[in-house]
């Protein structure tokens, strides 16, 4: 029997779709071969967007975690879900972290949304915005590669992940349409990579704020005629001038009047510039007297102690004194009858992970993450002594009253014993209401925006809420010194009557803190 022949030539196929088979007799029997199914496939591969006008922007799985409701955030721009992101999505949506639960609201809102829409996932089911959002289910091996596609394939040949995949995807997505494509994530690792291979990457933008909020240390200075300072200094109330611009509520500025004259103010709801109400001292039981150093800290302090204000926020580096003196004032006003107890904590990096797996109670494994707070509390609540009789003591035999005696009680022991100071877990704040607290938030930049907003909305009537910490020291990998919970929480409610705002710039720990803090 002769080999497979037909009227095109190679692949045995005819014009007519048969085979043609060569049989013994040297005639030639017709075989129907099978017809390929002209039936498309059940779904599209999602690359090209249903309209030529806007952007297409390919989201990472971070960008979705980040934000559920970021599908609403890019007006009139297509916006494409790969594949990849599914899947990574289904890895997280089981976590009891605040991951987990993000994950979760991003499922039931593309569940809400493509399950009312499943013939159009993959061809793009209109936004609010104007644009739309698909899925992109395409796959670099089953589509047809261009040179462009072979190349990055190559590169990362070897090297299987969803990332590579999602820049891959990204590549064929922009081949496909003649807009720009854009690849949005949060990982800065895969924006590096995208920069490598030429593709088009941003942070995602929508919670970034204003760099120049950021960067304001000092207070406004306001001028003033000499006869009105003097007028403010002897009321302790101004209107505001009418040559200067909007001022917002509770915020701190420098009254100036000539070159050396000059008093700090807030600005009240109504409308009028008002003296700072700081006492001289705060002295918490027997311990030792803190007092304001700087201008900066009179207004921060001014802040904590005013019953107006219900959320303070505050920039400063290390050694600026945040921790203590919110420390300080909130058992102040706690002693005072303002609130029934303080309530402190701090992220745990990475924010939401369980700590049960750590021996001891919830106290003893916050400790370490909680000794700023702790060491605040030590030096307030010590009793000052004289620095001639510290000498004599530490010269005494026989002294168990140093930090080698682990096994002492701690001064401030009985208030927590008391629950008079509460230690609080993050991962386990969700769904609590908190009434008539003192909350003290430390570290505060290490949130993401939705984590800080979910700590807000936790503060019932009666409570303060104070989020301190310095937003050029992130170790969430997925914020940054724009885009983190203390930074974001500032922006969005700067011009609520209950809210303030300060920034510490002068460190008072120490001559070397303060070295280090602004040289190293």
């Keep these: 029997m002769s080999d497979l022949q037909s009227d095109t030539g190679a692949g045995g196929a005819s014009s007519q779709g048969t085979v043609q088979v060569e049989m013994f007799n040297g005639s030639v029997a017709p075989r129907k071969r099978p017809k390929r199914s002209s039936k498309k496939k059940p779904y599209g591969d999602g690359l090209k967007a249903p309209s030529p006008l806007g952007k297409n922007f390919v989201l990472d799985t971070n960008v979705l975690i980040h934000d559920p409701d970021c599908l609403d955030r890019f007006g009139d721009n297509h916006i494409c879900i790969p594949i990849e992101v599914l899947c990574e999505l289904d890895r997280f949506k089981g976590e009891q972290t605040e991951r987990g639960a993000n994950t979760r609201s991003v499922h039931r809102q593309l569940a809400a949304l493509f399950s009312a829409h499943p013939q159009e996932a993959t061809l793009g089911i209109p936004t609010k915005g104007g644009g739309s959002v698909r899925l992109v289910p395409a796959q670099s091996q089953s589509a047809s590669k261009s040179a462009a596609i072979e190349d990055l394939m190559s590169v990362f040949r070897g090297q299987e992940s969803n990332d590579n995949r999602i820049l891959i995807c990204t590549r064929m997505v922009a081949e496909k349409n003649s807009a720009p494509t854009v690849l949005v994530t949060k990982d800065l690792n895969l924006q590096l990579k995208a920069h490598a291979v030429g593709l088009p990457c941003e942070d995602y933008q929508s919670d970034k704020v204003d760099s120049a909020q950021v960067g304001q240390v000092t207070p406004r200075v306001i001028d003033l005629k000499p006869n009105e300072l003097q007028r403010f200094a002897s009321t302790g109330s101004i209107e505001l001038p009418p040559h200067v611009k909007k001022v917002y509520p509770n915020e701190y500025v420098l009254l100036k009047a000539g070159e050396k004259r000059t008093m700090p103010a807030r600005m009240g709801v109504d409308g009028a510039f008002a003296k700072l109400h700081v006492p001289d001292q705060i002295r918490i039981q027997k311990g030792t007297a803190l007092r304001p150093l700087n201008l900066g800290q009179q207004c921060f302090m001014d802040a904590l102690l005013n019953p107006e204000v219900s959320l303070v926020t505050c920039y400063g580096q290390a050694g ?36 049960g797996f750590l021996p001891g109670s919830l106290e003893e494994k916050l400790d370490p993450w909680l000794k700023p707070v702790f060491d605040a509390l030590e030096f307030l609540m ?57 909350f003290i938030l430390d570290e505060a930049q290490q949130l993401t925006p939705l984590e800080a907003k979910t700590i807000v909305t936790r503060m019932a009537r009666g409570s303060k809420l104070v989020l301190i910490g310095d937003p050029a020291q992130i170790d969430n990998p997925y914020v940054d010194r724009l885009s983190n919970g203390l930074v974001y929480t500032r922006d969005r409610l700067r011009n609520e009557p209950c809210s303030a705002h300060v920034t510490l710039e002068r460190g008072e720990r120490s001559e070397l803190a303060e070295a280090g803090a602004k040289k190293m």
């Design 382 to 438: 010590t009793p000052e002594v004289p620095a001639g009789k510290r000498k004599q003591q530490k010269g005494r035999k026989g002294n168990t009253d140093g930090p080698l005696n682990a096994g002492a009680k701690k001064v401030y022991d009985p208030m927590l014993d008391s629950g008079l100071i509460e230690i609080e877990a993050l991962c386990y704040i969700r769904g609590r209401s908190i009434p008539n607290r003192y």
């Design 320 to 355: 600026t004194g945040k921790t203590l003196l919110a420390v300080a004032s909130a058992l102040h006003a706690t002693f005072a009858g303002d609130y029934n107890g303080v309530t402190v904590s701090r992220p745990v990096i990475p924010l939401g992970d369980t700590l």
